[in-house]
Each structure stands twice: as C-alpha cells, then as structure tokens.
C-alpha cells in the first residue's frame, strides 16, 4: 500500500517519542513492528506512505492505528499558546498519537515504571517472543503482543524469563483481571476520562503516572497528561503562572509534544539557554 501524505509524518517522531516499545528500524528502511496480531514495515519515499499490507488490512488495522483520518495541523495550532510550545510542537512535527491496543498498552507501561527504554523493550520482546504468535514478514519472525487470556495461565515462574522484577506480579494480576472479566479494557473506553482513571488504578501496581500513561496511549483521550520527570523539567520553562489545563481536551496532545522534546534536547542542560 501507498497512502500520498496530506500532511507531515515522521516514523522517527512516532515511534521513538515514548508511546510504544515493539516498533524497531529496519536494514531495509523504515519500521517494522506489530499491532493486532498483524505485522508490516513501513516507510516514507517521494511524498508517500509505503506499508507492507493488503488493502483491506490497511483500512482495518493500519489506517486507525496511525490515526491517518486526524488532522493533526488543525490540532496542534492551538497549542502554539507560547514560544516554548511553539518550539516542542516544531520539534516533534510529523508526530501522531497511535490507537493501540489497550492491553497491549497496560502492560507495556505497567513494565515501564522506574524503568529504562532499553530494558521496557527487551522485557516486551522477550514476553512476545516467548508467549505471543509467529508473524512471518520479510523473511524474518516478529510476535504479536499475547492475549490477557494467554498470560492469565501462566505462573510467576514462567514470567522468570522476562527478568521483570516486581513488575511480573503487576503483569500477572492485570491478565488475570482482564481475562477473568473484572476489568473491562472496551468498556473503559466508553467513561469519561476519570472514571477510566479511577479504574485501572484499583489494578495492582498502577499509580497515576502508568494510568495516565495508558488512558492516552491505550484508550487515547488526549485530556491525559502523564507527568514524569522529564515533564517536571520541561515544566519549569513554561511562561510564569502558566497552567497545564489551558490544553483542555488536547493536554495529552500537547503532552507529547513537550516530553519528546524535553528528552531529546536533554533540557537539563539547555535551561540557561532556553
């Protein structure tokens, strides 16, 4: 498939901005990774969106998951309320926030916490390859994410692999909860946002940041806004007695925007300058 681009997209900006683990580059060009039990790689050349996929899986899987029927120049203008949202929205331009899977998604920030981006990858590559479907693609094998039901059986010594730490109980008792139908992840999709909140918080091991984390990324309202240390430094350089919910429903949005920038520009040692 080939989609022509409308508007900005950057794969680097998308998949490296901290919102998914499992997407990786390719020697070939591009990205390869997986989202509902489906694998592609895809990649941008003269002006296009190239994706290895059929056209019906492009409408059903790929065309929502990189919410393509967004405009996302309309949603960003507001945003640019001062100099420094100005900059962390030019920066991170070509950015999209992804619709995926809300297990998928729980799980990958419950492993997230007080943790590193390397180790999260490793922990979620290993967790796929171990218990999750072969998907050929390109000659090589990728591994879909494994359902709650899948992990629900298995035990804590069969999560050793993962070398998760404490965050192989949160892993295990958020399957179970899914699985056992005492946590629907579709019907937190219909509440509003703290409702939703409320929750996935009475799940072992999820405090607000890893809630937050998953209402944006694993059931997109974009009125989320994790907050983390690099949001905490990136906040000190807003204007004086400027307030977060001056983002509204877009605070998510434009939460993205100032954590991608805010670590990529190492803003630590920048605030002199800024």
Not at 33 to 52: I, Q
Not at 138 to 163: K, Q, V
Request: charged share 20%; hydrophobic share 40%; glycine share 8%.
């Amino acid at each position: 498939m080939s989609l022509p681009l409308e508007e900005p997209i950057c794969l680097e900006h998308i998949f490296e901005c901290g919102q998914c683990f499992r997407w990786s580059p390719s020697p070939r060009g591009g990205y390869v990774g997986t989202a509902y039990g489906h694998a592609t790689r895809l990649w941008l050349a003269e002006g296009c969106l190239h994706l290895l996929a059929s056209p019906q899986e492009f409408q059903d899987i790929w065309r929502p998951y990189f919410d393509l029927d967004e405009n996302y120049e309309a949603l960003t203008a507001p945003l640019c309320c001062n100099d420094f949202m100005g900059r962390a929205v030019a920066y991170g331009l070509g950015l999209r926030i992804l619709r995926q899977d809300p297990w998928e998604a729980l799980v990958s920030f419950l492993v997230s916490q007080c943790n590193n981006i390397p180790r999260i990858r490793t922990i979620l590559h290993t967790l796929c390859r171990l218990y999750g479907q072969p998907l050929p693609l390109e000659g090589e094998t990728l591994y879909a994410f494994p359902s709650a039901a899948r992990i629900a059986c298995l035990s804590l010594e069969d999560l050793a692999p993962l070398r998760a730490g404490y965050r192989a109980q949160y892993i295990l008792s958020a399957a179970q909860a899914v699985a056992g139908g005492s946590l629907d992840l579709e019907a937190l999709k219909a509440m509003d946002t703290e409702s939703a909140r409320q929750a996935i918080q009475s799940l072992r091991g999820v405090g607000r940041k890893v809630a937050d984390c998953f209402l944006l990324f694993g059931l997109h309202k974009l009125d989320a806004f994790p907050v983390d240390t690099w949001m905490k430094k990136a906040q000190a350089l807003y204007p004086p007695g400027f307030d977060q919910r001056a983002f509204g429903p877009l605070a998510g949005l434009a939460q993205q925007y100032i954590f991608y920038y805010a670590r990529s520009t190492r803003l630590e040692t920048r605030q002199s300058s800024d």
